[in-house]
């Protein structure tokens, strides 16, 4: 057997949801002279196409059945499907029983998917579950030695071409048949994930995670590297982001480009009361601002590590307008995401031709638990985002001095901006905009050090005569282990910090927070993020 072996179309069976190319399609196999049997609303299409086809009904001689739900499950049908033309045994259980060989099966499914997020109550869900459909294709694909499976409009055009040449080859059948197995595998994960979802079970015996195929990427992380980025294809509404971001100019977008920019979109979707900018380098935020509008929070980000920001990732939570844009061509960035930008903006970016311009339509909830997952050796850790929020209500004063309304406000600030920081995680922020970032490192009190350092050399470059860091606020992803790092970032001028507490030393680092005469709140919530 090899791979050139055609297998001619005398007999097909077309049973679409998606009707996009059957009727097209249907004309390609009458004019190859082959029969088309259909089912409902297939085979109305056709007829009202002027393409001749016979009813499955009249083919198996047995009416459709309970509503529709059985038409398909019959041996006239699965005999027609499985049935090996190379084993005698089975061609003559077909004379026998007067099963008639079927050649093609092009069937998409029930659209289940869609029902569940249009609202449908359970029961009409549940209805929108595809029996028939899936034994079909799982029947062709798996006798894909003489059958062709067809699940996607898209691939109508592949067996069309072929027909003149007597048939698809068995290269052909092969990868239809994967690609036919895929499907009904990412349909049943839906279903499944649904399911589990109406019992409240987050975590199933078994899972799996369904995702449609968008693009292959020129390659991972490095070079040598191969990626591709999947859809989400759970019966889950769709997450605004960088996933299903339009785009509207630029290079196509690499695999740490996509990582970069899910980051900040995710970071800047956390700041909904006012305008906010967030500009991220390699996952981190190199600079994070709010302001009275998006141009005085992109400058003000900027600010932040102007040298960092140069090559970086600028995400918006407002539609980006021409004031901003005239700022943004200004310096070399890669990409740009918002919930939208106006047509004078796209004007002045389009100056720019390599850098990549993403439109969402909307910002992801940042409240919106849903699930993550993080592969490894042998299989994968799964969890819910992270979707913590601490508000006023929440911080514990732990010290003598308690913030002013000012501190207040730039310390929740920080300790949203230290939930999308790599930790361990040092944030210094002053009137609505970071001043100090330290992602990733080992030690606390290091994360301390950098940040100040940075703020300082920023500030220096700027030409600057005050610490930038002088009067700032400071927040801590998880516990301060030692009072060190807590006197780091008073030296570097904090008069108000933010953190988790729960430490063993916790009444340690409390008597230096009075001993330094500064303000000190507990969230009870830590931010790891690894």
């Known amino acids: 057997m090899t791979d050139d072996r055609r297998t001619p179309i005398r007999r097909a069976l077309l049973s679409v949801s998606d009707k996009s190319g ?54 006239k ?11 005698e045994n089975h061609t003559a259980a077909m004379t026998e029983h ?35 459909g899936p034994a079909m294709v799982r029947a062709a694909a798996k006798n894909h030695a003489d059958v062709t499976i067809l699940t996607d409009p898209g691939d109508y055009e592949l067996v069309i071409s072929s027909l003149t040449l007597g048939g698809p080859d068995l290269a052909l059948r092969r990868r239809l048949a994967a690609k036919a197995y895929a499907h009904t595998g990412a349909y049943d994960a839906a279903i499944a994930g649904w399911m589990s ?14 995702g449609r195929l968008k693009q292959v990427l020129r390659y991972g992380e490095n070079p040598h590297q191969i990626a591709a980025l999947y859809l989400d294809s759970s019966a889950r509404p769709t997450r605004p982001g960088i996933a299903s971001a339009q785009q509207l100019q630029g290079k196509e977008l690499s695999y740490n480009n996509l990582n970069d920019t899910d980051a900040a979109f995710e970071l800047v979707a956390e700041f909904d009361e006012t305008p906010a900018v967030a500009i991220i380098k390699h996952a981190n935020p190199c600079g994070v601002a709010q302001g009275a509008d998006l141009r005085t929070a992109y400058l003000q980000a900027q600010a932040c590590d102007p040298t960092s920001a140069f090559g970086g990732i600028v995400a918006f939570n407002r539609p980006l307008n021409a004031a901003v844009a005239k700022e943004l061509v200004k310096t070399f960035l890669e990409v740009i995401i918002a919930p939208e930008v106006d047509a004078e903006a796209r004007e002045i970016l389009s100056s720019k031709q390599n850098l990549r311009v993403l439109v969402t339509g909307g910002l992801p909830d940042p409240l919106e638990a849903g699930m993550t997952f993080k592969s490894i050796a042998g299989g994968f850790l799964l969890q819910s985002r992270d ?9 514990k004063l732990v010290t003598r001095r308690a913030p002013s309304e000012a501190e207040l406000a730039d310390l929740l600030f920080a300790f949203r901006v230290g939930k999308h920081v790599k930790s361990n995680t040092i944030v210094y922020a002053k009137e609505g905009r970071t001043v100090g970032i330290g992602a990733g490192q080992m030690s606390r009190v290091d994360a301390a050090r950098i940040a100040a350092i940075k703020a300082r050399e920023a500030g220096e470059a700027e030409g600057e005569k005050t610490l ?7 927040a801590s992803d998880a516990f301060f282990p030692f009072a060190d790092g807590l006197m780091t970032a008073v030296e570097a001028g904090a008069t108000a910090v933010i953190q988790p507490g729960g430490s063993m030393r916790d009444d340690e680092v409390i008597e230096a927070a009075d001993a330094a005469g500064i303000a000190m709140v507990f969230t009870g919530m830590r931010h790891f993020r690894h």
């Open 22 to 75: 059957l009727v097209e399609l249907g004309h390609a196999l009458i004019a190859a002279g082959a029969e088309i049997l259909s089912t409902g609303g297939s085979a109305r299409a056709l007829a009202d196409a002027g393409i001749a086809v016979t009813e499955v009904s009249s083919h198996t001689g047995f009416p459709e059945i309970m509503d529709g739900r059985v038409k398909t499950l019959h041996p």
């Open 468 to 474: 930038r860091t002088a009067g700032c606020v400071v």
């Open 77 to 87: 049908i699965h005999g027609g499907i499985l049935a090996r033309r190379d084993l």
């Open 197 to 210: 979802e109406q019992q409240g079970e987050a975590f199933p015996v078994e899972g799996s995670l369904p």
């Open 387 to 395: 979707a913590g929020r601490i508000g006023r209500a929440d911080l």
């Open 98 to 132: 007067g099963i008639a060989p079927i050649d093609l099966v092009a069937v998409n499914l029930y659209p289940f998917r869609e029902t569940v997020l249009s609202g449908a109550d359970a029961e009409t869900c549940v209805e929108n579950i595809d029996i028939g």
